[in-house]
Structures are given as structure tokens and as C-alpha cells.
């Protein structure tokens, strides 16, 4: 493909037509989803989804997120038990992905799992994917639609930056609702927070947020970084397969600019740019109320500005580690994260 941008329709018939034809044939196309823009193609063909990994350049080891149209087609292809099943009835479609045994002859290669037992399945709520899931027949394999380890996409043109010359289309419907990549779960393990709390999931009961493995392929940690009080895992050991990465965005180093980039920082020091939070005002804010919702949702196109920024370096006001605010920190925290 020539080093050119991707083209960027709007959302609309004639877009999905295209983007079906497109992966009819292999190719790999950009669509909003209500947590960020994925990077979806055909799960079923190992030729299709090599040219996911391709695009992004991702890792081997880490395994992609299945999106289908609804949980009869979700059982289809995994297997489900009580728990899981009670999670997708209260939940899809919406941002909730569940890990789960891959069903013996679900079709689903191989590349997608990245050899694992299991598969990581959602029913997105968007309309463009849905759009598209129907009209393709497919179930589409589709982690966000950047370079791995960089900054997660809310916009198209965040896409058309981000894989430039790598994939042939971007569909447009907007600015992305939640603004962080899905609640990923696994029994009664959140393996990565996201935009549903651990409260709206299991409410009155004991459950446990897991922490990224350093797997094999990840980077080793930073000795500065300020975590904040809370910070401190309540969990054991990540549920894992051989030490490998189990399910998306479990890399250490991940959501990542291109600068340095400080947390819990209260002002901006020399050559800083400073994203805030309530109180701290910085350069930008991502809630001046402190709303974390709000916050949530232009937390990527916040990173994104201040990664253009001509600041070298990045800083981030503190974020409560309360509801939405653990999958904020969570994303920060990997985002800080450098050899």
C-alpha cells in the first residue's frame, strides 16, 4: 500500500458496502466502536488477520478481541458458563469482553487467540460496527486501530495518523462514546478495567482487578512513577497460560506517546505539558468538574494533543482510583510505563 493516507468515508451505506467488500477480500478496514476505533477483519482467516498484525505492528503473543453481532453468535464460538452468560445477558451489546474456552470448531484461527484455549468475544453496542458485522457475515477480529503500544484512537483522523499508509480505509461516525477500550473479564476476574466498573458487574460480591504480567516481550517498569495511594494491587497472581499475555492490553507498556510522560502531577514543571484534572488546570483538562466519565472520554484525545504539543514531555493531574477513575489510572499507568 502506498504511504499515503487511508481513505475516510462517512458512516453511512455506501461506506459499509465498502468496508464489506474490503473484508470480503482480505483486507483489514477502521470502524468506531462506542469504546475507541477498532482495526477489524475476518476472524476466520489466518491471511485476514495477519494483516491486523501487520498494520499494527502487535505482538504475536497478544491475542484479539472477537466482535460479533449478538450472544447467540458469541456462543457460536465460545463456550459459556452461568457467570458468563448472566454478565452478557445484563451488558451486550455494550463494552464488556469476555474471556472464555474457545468452542472446538468455532472457526475462529488461530492468529486470533494467539494460540491460546481461549477466546476474548464482545457484542459491540456502535452502530458502524454493527453495521458492518451484518453486512460482512463475519465475526471481525479488532483491537484499536493504531500502532500497537501507542495512543488508542477516538477519532478517524487519529486512525488515518496513526496507520498511514497501512490500511485502505477508515470509517467516520465521530468522536467514540466511552473513549477506553472495553471491560475485559474472566469469571470473576476483571483482567483489564474499563468503561464498566467493578460495581456495575458485580455488585455485592468479592471480586479481584488483575494486574498486567511483565510476559514475555513487555518492558521492564520505571522506579519514579507516582501510583497515588491506591495504587497498590489488591490481587495475586494474573491468571495466565505459560506466562503469556491472556487477553488484550495486558503488555506492560502499552497506550503509549511518543514523549515522557509523568502522573499525579499537581503543576506543570520546565517543558511539561499538563493535562488536568478538577483542581489542576494545566493546558488542557480532561474534567475541570472532575467528572470521570467525562474524563474517560477525552482521556486518548487529550494524550493525542499533547503528544503534538511542542512540550517534550508530558504530565497528567492526579485521578481518583475510584470507578471508572481504576481504568483511567490503569490506561496512564501503562501508557508512563518505559525500558
Known amino acids: 500500500m502506498s504511504a499515503t493516507k487511508p481513505r475516510i468515508l462517512p458512516f453511512g451505506a455506501a461506506a459499509i458496502a465498502e468496508a464489506a467488500r474490503l473484508i470480503a477480500a482480505g483486507e483489514c478496514v477502521a470502524v468506531p466502536t462506542e469504546t475507541v476505533y477498532g482495526l477489524a477483519a475476518d476472524a476466520t482467516s489466518a491471511q485476514a488477520v495477519a494483516g ?4 499494527k505492528g502487535r505482538p504475536s503473543f497478544n491475542p484479539l478481541i472477537v466482535h460479533v453481532p449478538d450472544l447467540a453468535a458469541a456462543e457460536r464460538i465460545a463456550v459459556f458458563d452461568d457467570v458468563a452468560r448472566g454478565l452478557a445477558e445484563r451488558f451486550w451489546p455494550g463494552p464488556l469482553t469476555l474471556v472464555l474456552p474457545v ?5 475462529i484461527t ?11 468475544i464482545r457484542v459491540p453496542r456502535h452502530r458502524a460496527m454493527q453495521a458492518l458485522l451484518a453486512a460482512s457475515g463475519k465475526p471481525l477480529a479488532a483491537p484499536s486501530a493504531n500502532a500497537s503500544g501507542g495512543i488508542s484512537p477516538t477519532r478517524a483522523a487519529h486512525v488515518a495518523k496513526s496507520l498511514a499508509g497501512r490500511i485502505p480505509l477508515v470509517i467516520d461516525d465521530g468522536a467514540t462514546e466511552a473513549g477506553l477500550e472495553s471491560t475485559i473479564v474472566s469469571g470473576g476476574t476483571i483482567l483489564r478495567p474499563g468503561p464498566l466498573s467493578q460495581d456495575q458487574l458485580f455488585p455485592c ?9 511483565h510476559a514475555q516481550g513487555s518492558s521492564g517498569g520505571r522506579s519514579d512513577l507516582m501510583l497515588g495511594p491506591d495504587s497498590e494491587s489488591k ?15 495486558q ?3 502499552h497506550y503509549a506517546p511518543s514523549k515522557p510522560l509523568r502522573l499525579n502531577a499537581t503543576e506543570a514543571r520546565e517543558n511539561e505539558w499538563l493535562i488536568g ?3 489542576v488546570p494545566g493546558n488542557e483538562t480532561l474534567s475541570a468538574s472532575g467528572n470521570l466519565t467525562e474524563a474517560a472520554a477525552n482521556l486518548f484525545d487529550a494524550l493525542h494533543r499533547a503528544d503534538a504539543a511542542p512540550a517534550p514531555a508530558i504530565a497528567v493531574a492526579p485521578i481518583p482510583h475510584t470507578g ?3 481504568a483511567i489510572n490503569d490506561r496512564l499507568t501503562r501508557a508512563a510505563h518505559i525500558d
Do not use: D, M
Not at 495475586?236 to 506466562?243: E, K, V
Open 251 to 253: 503488555l506492560a507498556s
Open 52 to 55: 491486523i498484525y501487520a498494520a
Open 103 to 107: 468452542r472446538s470448531g468455532s472457526g
Open 110 to 120: 488461530s492468529l486470533v487467540t494467539a494460540g491460546l484455549e481461549t477466546v476474548a
Open 324 to 326: 471508572i477513575g481504576i
Open 277 to 279: 484534572f478538577g483542581p
Open 235 to 249: 490481587s495475586g497472581p494474573l491468571p495466565s497460560q505459560g506466562n503469556k499475555v491472556v487477553a488484550p492490553g
Open 205 to 213: 460480591e468479592e471480586h479481584r482487578v488483575e494486574h498486567a504480567p
